[in-house]
């Protein structure tokens, strides 16, 4: 098969960068002689190679190149919104044509407008988040099926696969306004994982593993992901039945971060201002144990959201989420700042990079300190209520007794109210996933009810 070509992007990334700059102060002339208060204009370059196995055999390879130009005007408090992905003239007048006769037709909103001008980021600079290679599909192809075969081999209880895959992603971006800001990001991303397959019949488990870097080099070897995968499937063989009750339960580390995701859900401005969250006037009070904290990180080097401005220009800091439990700030953009009568917190486009702080050693040391309970290592279903905070999930994962694992359990559900489960969080391991922006390890609450067959 023949090498994807993504040299405009990734050997002429700076070029591209310069190109789409160019393009944007254009757009941004456009609207303020179309009679624009203000303007703002993204400018978007993805290229990107996904390989997909399974039992050996190739299933997809797909190469992607898009484009998005997006162009929004202010008259006065009336925004109006257009986009392109042809950079023909015609149609870029036509785009902020749009834009401007949908901003003169659209009611007024107070809140509407550009971020504050004196927030704009004024120190611009890369966080190493930039490391392309060429985007070749024999390649990727020859580490899909080395990640499966690995897996497959490791023991014949092995008997199928739902395949392996291979992707790539190099992306440019620029964010221009009339503010005069002018702020330009590139982005590479890779991954690759497994998902096998154990057992028989009614007996069969699956399981898998993954991988995903912003510099190809640092993805776990595709042996080692096979391997890993087919360890997962395995573990799960013949799960034994729970009996309902309320127990320990640890979630590990990959799970834990959804319960960070549900907190800065429930702490984020459009939940706020419509009054659909579980922590409405949150800030200031402690919502969790007095030594939690959580740390939002934009200038952490490879970090998955680092960025010196967010994605309306504001520069954006290093600040606490939770200190000693206590709730520092939401998690806002201008538009929800101005609905709440504050200010933003440089999260247009969401968080960061979020440090979840450990107080407890890795994994095995929390199954020594939980002593008895459920590890749950698989969620399903969505179960929890924004407004409510009220958690119920499928999950799946292992019996823990004397501090060790016993056996494999699945088929039960796990509730509670993710007020009181935030509450009774009592240790953070520091066996950190760091496949995510939430850096998070295990995190250990002191009783939910686990309801069995």
């Given at each position: 098969?023949?090498?994807?070509?993504?040299?405009?992007?990734?050997?002429?990334?700076?070029?591209?960068?310069?190109?789409?700059?160019?393009?944007?102060?254009?757009?941004?002339?456009?609207?303020?002689?179309?009679?624009?208060?203000?303007?703002?204009?993204?400018?978007?370059?993805?290229?990107g190679l996904a390989v997909n196995v399974r039992m050996g055999e190739?299933?997809?390879?797909?190469?992607?190149?898009?484009?998005?130009?997006?162009?929004?005007?202010?008259?006065?408090?009336?925004?109006?919104?257009?986009?392109?992905?042809?950079?023909?003239?015609?149609?870029?007048?036509?785009?902020?044509?749009?834009?401007?006769?949908?901003?003169?037709?659209?009611?007024?909103?107070?809140?509407?407008?550009?971020?504050?001008?004196?927030?704009?980021?004024?120190?611009?600079?890369?966080?190493?988040?930039?490391?392309?290679?060429?985007?070749?599909?024999?390649?990727?192809?020859?580490?899909?099926?080395?990640?499966?075969?690995?897996?497959?081999?490791?023991?014949?209880?092995?008997?199928?696969?739902?395949?392996?895959?291979?992707?790539?992603?190099?992306?440019?971006?620029?964010?221009?306004?009339?503010?005069?800001?002018?702020?330009?990001?590139?982005?590479?991303?890779?991954?690759?994982?497994?998902?096998?397959?154990?057992?028989?019949?009614?007996?069969?488990?699956?399981?898998?593993?993954?991988?995903?870097?912003?510099?190809?080099?640092?993805?776990?070897?595709?042996?080692?992901?096979?391997r890993k995968a087919a360890q997962r499937a395995l573990a799960r063989?013949?799960?034994?039945?729970?009996?309902?009750?309320?127990?320990?339960?640890?979630?590990?580390?990959?799970?834990?971060?959804?319960?960070?995701?549900?907190?800065?859900?429930?702490?984020?401005?459009?939940?706020?201002?419509?009054?659909?969250?579980?922590?409405?006037?949150?800030?200031?009070?402690?919502?969790?144990?007095?030594?939690?904290?959580?740390?939002?990180?934009?200038?952490?080097?490879?970090?998955?959201?680092?960025?010196?401005?967010?994605?309306?220009?504001?520069?954006?800091?290093?600040?606490?989420?939770?200190?000693?439990?206590?709730?520092?700030?939401?998690?806002?953009?201008?538009?929800?700042?101005?609905?709440?009568?504050?200010?933003?917190?440089?999260?247009?486009?969401?968080?960061?990079?979020?440090?979840?702080?450990?107080?407890?050693?890795?994994?095995?040391?929390?199954?020594?300190?939980?002593?008895?309970?459920?590890?749950?290592?698989?969620?399903?279903?969505?179960?929890?209520?924004?407004?409510?905070?009220?958690?119920?999930?499928?999950?799946?994962?292992?019996?823990?007794?004397?501090?060790?694992?016993?056996?494999?359990?699945?088929?039960?559900?796990?509730?509670?109210?993710?007020?009181?489960?935030?509450?009774?969080?009592?240790?953070?391991?520091?066996?950190?996933?760091?496949?995510?922006?939430?850096?998070?390890?295990?995190?250990?609450?002191?009783?939910?009810?686990?309801?069995?067959?």
């Amino acid at each position: 098969m023949p090498t994807t070509d993504p040299a405009s992007i990734t050997d002429d990334s700076q070029l591209r960068l310069q190109q789409l700059s160019a393009l944007a102060q254009q757009l941004l002339e456009r609207a303020r002689a179309a009679g624009a208060d203000q303007c703002e204009v993204t400018c978007n370059e993805d290229a990107g190679l996904a390989v997909n196995v399974r039992m050996g055999e190739v299933e997809t390879v797909e190469s992607t190149r898009d484009r998005r130009i997006g162009v929004t005007v202010y008259f006065g408090r009336r925004k109006g919104s257009a986009s392109t992905a042809d950079l023909r003239e015609d149609s870029l007048a036509a785009t902020v044509a749009q834009a401007c006769a949908i901003a003169r037709h659209t009611e007024e909103d107070p809140h509407a407008g550009l971020a504050d001008a004196a927030l704009m980021a004024t120190t611009l600079r890369e966080f190493d988040t930039w490391h392309p290679v060429a985007f070749d599909a024999d390649r990727a192809i020859a580490r899909a099926l080395e990640c499966e075969a690995a897996g497959r081999a490791v023991d014949a209880r092995i008997g199928n696969s739902d395949g392996a895959s291979v992707n790539m992603n190099a992306s440019l971006g620029v964010y221009a306004n009339s503010h005069g800001f002018l702020g330009s990001e590139r982005r590479t991303s890779y991954s690759a994982g497994c998902a096998l397959i154990a057992g028989e019949g009614e007996r069969m488990q699956r399981d898998g593993w993954y991988s995903v870097a912003l510099a190809q080099g640092d993805l776990e070897t595709p042996d080692a992901i096979g391997r890993k995968a087919a360890q997962r499937a395995l573990a799960r063989l013949d799960p034994r039945p729970l009996a309902t009750g309320q127990v320990p339960v640890l979630f590990s580390a990959e799970m834990a971060r959804s319960l960070i995701a549900s907190f800065v859900n429930a702490i984020s401005g459009s939940a706020l201002y419509r009054r659909a969250s579980f922590l409405p006037d949150s800030a200031g009070t402690r919502v969790f144990p007095d030594w939690f904290a959580i740390e939002e990180n934009p200038f952490l080097p490879r970090g998955f959201r680092s960025a010196a401005f967010d994605a309306e220009g504001v520069a954006t800091r290093r600040s606490l989420l939770v200190e000693h439990g206590i709730v520092q700030r939401y998690v806002l953009g201008s538009y929800a700042a101005r609905k709440l009568g504050l200010q933003t917190t440089a999260n247009a486009g969401g968080v960061h990079n979020l440090d979840v702080r450990a107080n407890a050693g890795d994994l095995d040391a929390l199954l020594r300190g939980m002593g008895r309970g459920l590890l749950v290592t698989g969620l399903m279903g969505q179960g929890v209520n924004a407004i409510t905070g009220d958690y119920s999930r499928g999950a799946a994962g292992f019996w823990v007794e004397n501090g060790e694992i016993a056996h494999p359990v699945d088929g039960i559900t796990i509730a509670g109210n993710l007020k009181d489960m935030f509450a009774a969080i009592e240790a953070v391991g520091s066996d950190v996933d760091a496949r995510s922006h939430v850096r998070t390890g295990s995190i250990l609450v002191g009783r939910m009810t686990v309801a069995g067959r």
